[in-house]
């Protein structure tokens, strides 16, 4: 009899666990426009879109207060989790910095060229190969081959240009919910010991308050699949894969 790890789940209830009720007295937490959880390309593409937009509307960023966006990021820098590489169909990224060329994108160390052939191949034994062509999925020919973390990179410097604050080394430990509303994201303790004791660098975790919560942490991360949950946002819906 085949066991799997995914038959015996941790007696975790999320939403208790990772949705707070309320925010904290208004002198112990931090204010910005909007946060954005998830410092990977997903959150950093939203960052700069956001600037990009708030720059055309300058009254509506000074309303957004000294902060108008903080990015989330649990790593010691953007993409320090984003391990892979990929095959980026280059339109989005285009659109997103229109006066960057795809050999600028080359020349900033996160793009390495397009892909010009490209092969399917069945490997039925250990000694044959077949030779198909490729399904519709797996075409991409003209498509970028990039570092996921080095573009990451690219765009927390982007995103810093434009007035971002970039909260690095700090993990969205809860999504602050009140009256029905998402309010912010509290962040987590610093300074811990393996076993839950506070060190002697312990900072506790802190409120922070937002006008807008942006959850970018991937599909089902520890917030997002609580959020779905607590909002019925799967009802009707395909499953995010």
Not at 58 to 80: F, N, Q, R, Y
Not at 143 to 149: K, L
Request: with cysteine; glycine share 12%; charged share 25%.
């Amino acid at each position: 009899m085949a066991v799997a790890p995914v038959d015996f789940p941790p007696p975790v209830d999320a939403q208790k666990e990772f949705i707070k009720r309320g925010l904290d007295g208004e002198d112990e937490l931090i204010e910005v426009g909007v946060a954005i959880v998830g410092g990977g390309t997903a959150g950093l593409a939203c960052a700069n879109r956001l600037l990009q937009l708030l720059g055309d509307d300058p009254e509506l960023m000074e309303g957004l207060g000294e902060v108008p966006v903080a990015v989330i990021e649990k790593a010691k820098t953007c993409g320090g989790h984003n391990l892979s590489g990929a095959v980026m169909r280059p339109k989005p990224l285009e659109k997103l910095f229109p006066d960057m060329s795809r050999e600028e994108w080359r020349e900033e160390g996160f793009a390495f060229g397009e892909v010009e052939k490209e092969a399917v191949y069945l490997i039925p034994t250990s000694k044959r190969s077949i030779k198909i062509p490729p399904p519709p999925p797996f075409k991409n020919h003209g498509n970028e081959v990039v570092s996921v973390s080095a573009m990451a990179r690219f765009q927390q410097a982007k995103a810093e240009e434009g007035g971002a604050y970039i909260l690095t080394e700090t993990a969205a430990s809860q999504l602050i919910v009140e009256d029905g509303q998402v309010k912010g994201v509290r962040s987590g303790d610093k300074g811990r010991g393996k076993d839950g004791e506070p060190l002697s660098n312990f900072e506790p975790g802190t409120d922070i308050k937002a006008r807008a919560t942006v959850l970018a942490e991937g599909c089902w991360g520890h917030l997002t699949g609580p959020a779905i949950a607590e909002f019925d946002l799967a009802v009707d819906r395909e499953p995010q894969t």
